[in-house]
């Protein structure tokens, strides 16, 4: 008897709500598609989820595949034991360091990583005191600590940088390490802020006890040169020193005081586009309505989440990091400065739905507002974070106007129900995102006017805005090599992630990360080899 023919690479087929969605019906699908029988077809996979709510018809969009028995299993390379001597040090513990330090380990290559934050567990009380009692720890919090930015804020990994790296290797590694197995597959894939930090420190154990070391509580404050002028080591802020053949630098968006030892240190900066604006929450009835219309309460049906965009001025407005089923959290770094975000846990079953609305900012418009030089973008930030602190009226509590306010220019006198833990104070927002001089409140209330008539609903009195969200990225680029990837002034360190400036987001930091990695081992030979 032969073996099953290979019929098809990949097919896509739409299933209805109410459609049985097993291993039998899924083959009866393609077979039908195909017009053959399907005893004639090899085993199938899925290897694409969607869900298509177009039209105001509601089905699952799958991508399915002959399964592959040679595929290697997930994961590999593995990693292995690494030479002990640390000659790699990485700073900064998010996804671009902890997965450069994976890839070196893979190559048999050594590094000590820092961090200026702590480990996951202790951070997470850390982000107690921040949430409940308005306590910001500038080294501990939402953005700094094991795993960066996104272990307690949401873990999204949907990307569009399929040009940078293999994002099914970050996907399978995370999945490897505890994710669930639906990242693999899903359009939209996606962790939680409760099940992120357990597979980032089942990574960290693995790479400590092949000979990887990390460090936390370790904020480096100094990069020093040899006669040469390339990196030669670390200093802390302890006073200690930690010295390298090679310094990745993967600090993250926020860490605006190494931006500052960088310029002081000679490295060019250069300043760069980025988004500024607001956090809107919504009843997520009211989205999954707008979404899913009379399917809204279909129990195959996750909390839904939207996309929203539109150019206004020649300048973008449109949603980012948005969480369905989410809280709004307190991710300031400074303590004279409010910065919100928004994140989910993995059954994304808040009764809210939170997003950030943004309007992206160029270089000219920071000139033209008198902020200069390559840290113009950090002034600026500062300035609206600062005004959004005093306009709460102290704490943590933050400024916020109703979305039909906001759109008609008056202050809310009050604020609906929130998932933001320290309060809100009712106001009028636009005088905080005016305030440092680019009128940013225009151009998001006409956004927002066009994004009510296309779903209606959504700057209506049950919608607020919540302010500011003024950490969408990094206003900063640090210049590398295109092919060594090395910073051009300084040799043997590498600018990485989203706080360089080459990554925004989860999975494209990782990437950059990798690729950090491999451009170093290609200089480096592993002890002993």
Do not use: W
């Not at 460090?215 to 030669?232: C, D, N, S």
């Not at 009211?286 to 300048?315: C, F, M, S, W």
């Not at 969408?472 to 990837?485: E, G, I, K, N, Y």
């Amino acid at each position: 008897m032969t073996a099953p023919r290979l019929l098809f690479e990949e097919i896509e087929i739409d299933l209805g709500l109410d459609e049985p969605a097993d291993q039998g019906a899924l083959r009866a699908r393609v077979a039908a598609r195909l017009a053959v029988p399907a005893e004639e077809l090899p085993a199938i996979e899925l290897k694409k989820r969607a869900i298509d709510a177009r039209g105001g018809r509601v089905r699952f969009h799958l991508t399915l595949a002959p399964h592959d028995p040679s595929a290697p299993a997930l994961g590999e390379p593995l990693p292995r034991e690494v030479d002990r001597e640390g000659r790699v040090i990485v700073v900064g513990d998010g996804p671009a360091g902890l997965f450069c330090a994976y890839e070196l380990a893979r190559r048999g290559i050594g590094c000590i990583v820092l961090d200026r934050g702590k480990a996951v567990q202790p951070r997470r009380r850390d982000l107690k005191g921040l949430t409940q009692h308005g306590v910001v720890d500038p080294d501990s919090n939402y953005c700094f600590g094991e795993g960066g930015a996104g272990t307690y804020s949401d873990g999204k990994l949907y990307t569009r940088s399929h040009k940078r790296g293999d994002v099914r290797d970050v996907l399978e590694l995370l999945h490897v390490y505890g994710a669930p197995a639906e990242i693999l597959v899903d359009a939209r894939p996606h962790i939680g802020s409760n099940k992120l930090p357990k597979v980032i420190s089942a990574m960290r154990e693995r790479l400590t006890e092949l000979g990887v070391s990390f460090r936390f509580g370790a904020r480096v404050v100094r990069i020093e040169r040899r006669p040469t002028g390339a990196v030669r080591s670390v200093i802390l802020a302890d006073g200690s020193e930690i010295a390298g053949e090679a310094v990745v630098l993967a600090t993250g968006h926020s860490a605006r005081d190494v931006y500052e030892l960088l310029d002081d240190a000679g490295v060019r900066l250069i300043g760069k586009g980025f988004a500024l604006g607001v956090r809107i929450e919504h009843p997520q009835a009211l989205i999954n309505g707008i979404q899913y219309g009379k399917h809204r309460d279909h129990p195959k049906l996750p909390n839904a989440a939207y996309r929203v965009a539109h150019t206004e001025e020649q300048r973008g407005v449109f949603s980012f990091c948005m969480c369905p089923g989410g809280f709004i959290v307190p991710a300031a770094t400074e303590l004279d400065g409010l910065v919100v975000n928004g994140m989910s846990l993995s059954r994304r079953d808040s009764p809210y739905a939170n997003s950030g609305l943004v309007v992206s900012i160029e270089t000219e418009d920071l000139e033209r507002a008198g902020y200069r030089g390559p840290l113009a973008g950090i002034a600026y930030q500062r300035a609206i974070e600062r005004a959004a602190k005093l306009a709460g009226g102290g704490s943590l509590r933050a400024p916020a106007t109703r979305a039909a306010d906001f759109v008609k220019g008056r202050a809310s006198s009050s604020t609906p129900a929130t998932s933001y833990q320290p309060g809100l104070f009712a106001t009028d927002l636009r005088s905080v995102l005016d305030s440092g001089g680019i009128g940013l409140s225009a151009r998001l209330a006409r956004a927002l006017s066009l994004f009510e008539k296309r779903m209606r609903g959504y700057a209506s009195e049950e919608a607020v805005l919540v302010g500011v969200e003024s950490r969408t990225s990094s206003p900063v680029r640090v210049p590398r090599d295109p092919a060594s990837l090395e910073s051009p002034d300084m040799p043997g360190l590498y600018p990485t992630g989203e706080g360089a400036g080459y990554a925004g987001g989860i999975v494209s930091a990782a990437l950059d990360g990798i690729r950090v990695a491999r451009a170093i081992a290609a200089v480096l030979t592993p002890a002993g080899s």
